[in-house]
C-alpha cells in the first residue's frame, strides 16, 4: 500500500499586513522527505499521529513536504506555488492513497481558498479514483469547494488543540479501511450564516460542549465514520468564512445531511452566546495587581499570534508599568530590532528600546522602555504542554529586560504563548511570578490554566479583537451573524 503523505499549514489573517514567504516558513517548519519523520516521530501532532499509524501498518509512506507558519497575512503566491510543487514532487507512479494534514483557512494572494486548491491540484495529479483523506483546523472555513476533491475530512475536536494525534489518526484509519475497500465514504456539509469570534468557543464549556458532545455521540451512530464541528476563522475574509458541521458517512448507511443540519441548528440557536465581552488593560491589570494570590494571567486575546495578531502590541505592558506591578512577566513581545539592541549592549546593560507596535496602526502605540537587559538566548525549547507535545518550538534570539517590576521577554520570531516553556526558555519561571501576560486567544488555556490561580481575559488592540463589527468585511457571505441584524 503506497500512500502520498504530506503538511501544509496556515491560518491565514486576510486583515494582516505581514505577508509571509519562504522565511517565514523557514523559521518554524519547512521539511522535506525523510526530515519531516526524523523531526516528528513520538510527537503528539499530527505527522506524528500519522507517523505512528504508517508504521504500526508497514504502509509505504512517501513524504513530500511539512510546512507551517504563524498564522499572518496571506501567503506570498510564489512561495504557495513553490511548496505545492514540492508536495506532489517525488510522488511514487503508483499511489493508493493520500494523507493530508491542512488548516482550512489558507489563503494566498490570489486564492482565498487554499486548502481546496490544494486538494483540487492533488485529485488532478492522482486521478478519480484515489481516496484523498484530509486532516483540517478546528478553526477551518470549510465550503463546497472542499468537499469535490476530497474523500474524507476530519477536524481537530478540541480548542485549545490537544487532539492533534488523534485526528491524525482517525484521518489515517478511515483512508486505510477505504483503500482497503471496506468503507465508502461520503461527506455532508452544513454552513450556518455565523462568525463566531475566538473567545468564547472553547470546545469543553459552554456554549460549544453540548454541541461537541452530541457530535461525539454521532460519531457512534451506525454508519458515521467522522463528525467534525468546525468554529471557523472569522478574521478571514473569505465567502466561505465562519462555523460549519461536517459528517462523513459509509455510502448512504447513515443521514448524514441531517446529522450535519442537527450540529448546524445547534451552533446558530447559541449564537448570541459566542459574542465575547473582556476588560480593557487598565482594568485588567489593577485586577491582576488586588488579587490576593498568583499567578494571575493576563490574555492578551486580541493580538494573539496564532490568529494572525502582530504580537508586538504593548498596551498591557504600558498598564503594568504605569500601575507599578510587581513580580510581572510579559510576552513575548516581537520585536527583532529591539532584541538585537539588547544582544549588542550585553547581558547586564541598560538600555532605552522603542519597543513594539511597529507592523501597523492596529496594535497600539510603541513604549518607551528602559531597564536592564536580564537574559540573552536563542528562543529554542521543546513544548511539554498538552499541545504540540515534544514538538520543538522558537522565538528566535532573544532577550529579557527588567524594568521596575516587569519582565519582558523579547522574541525576534512570532510565535503564540501557549507553553510556560517559552517563559522557562528565558529563564522566567511562571510559577514564581504574580503576574503573567501572554498573547493568546484560547491555546494557552490547555498548559496555562494548571499553574494559573486565575485568569483574566484582555481587550487590548490587536488583528484578533473579539468586536467583529471593527473590522472591514467585503467578501464574507452576507447576511452574516453578528455583523448583520439576524
Not at 499586513?17 to 516521530?41: H, M
Amino acid at each position: 500500500m503506497n500512500w502520498l503523505v504530506a503538511e501544509f499549514i496556515h491560518e491565514t489573517n486576510t486583515f494582516s499586513n505581514i505577508l509571509p514567504g519562504r522565511k517565514e516558513f523557514a523559521a518554524l517548519e519547512l521539511l522535506l522527505g525523510d526530515d519531516i519523520v526524523k523531526k516528528f516521530r513520538g510527537t503528539r501532532s499530527c505527522p506524528g499521529g500519522f507517523i505512528d499509524f504508517i508504521e504500526r501498518n508497514n504502509i509505504n509512506a512517501t513524504w513530500t513536504i511539512a510546512a507551517f507558519t504563524t498564522p499572518a497575512g496571506r501567503i506570498q503566491q510564489d512561495f504557495y506555488e513553490w511548496a505545492l510543487a514540492r508536495l506532489l514532487e517525488g510522488m511514487p507512479q503508483k499511489v493508493d492513497g493520500v494523507l493530508l494534514s491542512l488548516h482550512g483557512a489558507l489563503c494566498t494572494r490570489d486564492i482565498d481558498d487554499g486548502d481546496a486548491d490544494i486538494l483540487r491540484t492533488i485529485r488532478k495529479a492522482v486521478g478519480p479514483n484515489v481516496p484523498i483523506s484530509a486532516v483540517l483546523d478546528f478553526h477551518g472555513n470549510v465550503g463546497p469547494s472542499m468537499l469535490l476533491p476530497a474523500n474524507i475530512l476530519v477536524g481537530y475536536k478540541t480548542y485549545p488543540h490537544i487532539d492533534l494525534h488523534e485526528a491524525a489518526t482517525q484521518a489515517a484509519s478511515l483512508l486505510y479501511r477505504t483503500v482497503r475497500g471496506e468503507i465508502h465514504p461520503r461527506i455532508h456539509l452544513n454552513h450556518p450564516p455565523l462568525l463566531a469570534p475566538l473567545g468564547h468557543t472553547a470546545t469543553s464549556v459552554e456554549p460549544l460542549r453540548p454541541v461537541m458532545e452530541r457530535a461525539a455521540a454521532m460519531e457512534r451512530m451506525p454508519g458515521v465514520l467522522a463528525t467534525s464541528v468546525f468554529g471557523g476563522f472569522p478574521y478571514a475574509d473569505v465567502p466561505d468564512a465562519g462555523m460549519s458541521a461536517v459528517v462523513v458517512t459509509d455510502g448512504d448507511k447513515a443521514d448524514g445531511a441531517a446529522c450535519a443540519k442537527e450540529l448546524s441548528d445547534m451552533l446558530w440557536s447559541r449564537r448570541q452566546a459566542f459574542l465575547h465581552h473582556a476588560p480593557s488593560p487598565a482594568e485588567a491589570v489593577q485586577q491582576a495587581i488586588r488579587a490576593p494570590k498568583g499567578p494571575v494571567v493576563l490574555a492578551d486575546i486580541a493580538d494573539n499570534t496564532g490568529g494572525g495578531g502582530a504580537g508586538d502590541g504593548v498596551e498591557i505592558l504600558r498598564e503594568l508599568l504605569r500601575q507599578n506591578a510587581a513580580s510581572a512577566a510579559f510576552g513575548p513581545v516581537w520585536d527583532p530590532a529591539a532584541a538585537e539592541t539588547c544582544r549588542k549592549a550585553g547581558k547586564g546593560a541598560t538600555v532605552t528600546l522603542d519597543l513594539g507596535a511597529h507592523t501597523d496602526s492596529l496594535h497600539g502605540k510603541s513604549i518607551q522602555l528602559t531597564g536592564q537587559v536580564i537574559y540573552l538566548g536563542n528562543g529554542e525549547f521543546v513544548h511539554r504542554g498538552p499541545m504540540f507535545t515534544s514538538v520543538p518550538g522558537t522565538i528566535g534570539p532573544c532577550a529579557v529586560v527588567r524594568s521596575g517590576g516587569t519582565e519582558v521577554l523579547i522574541a525576534s520570531e512570532r510565535l503564540q504563548n501557549l507553553d510556560p516553556e517559552m517563559f522557562r526558555c528565558a529563564g522566567i519561571e511562571p510559577t514564581q511570578r504574580k503576574i503573567v501576560v501572554v498573547k493568546s486567544s484560547i491555546h494557552y488555556r490547555a498548559a496555562y490554566t494548571p499553574i494559573a490561580a486565575q485568569i483574566i481575559e484582555v481587550d487590548a488592540p490587536g488583528l484578533v479583537c473579539p468586536n467583529l463589527k471593527r473590522f472591514d468585511y467585503r467578501k464574507v457571505g452576507r447576511p452574516i451573524f453578528p455583523l448583520d441584524p439576524m
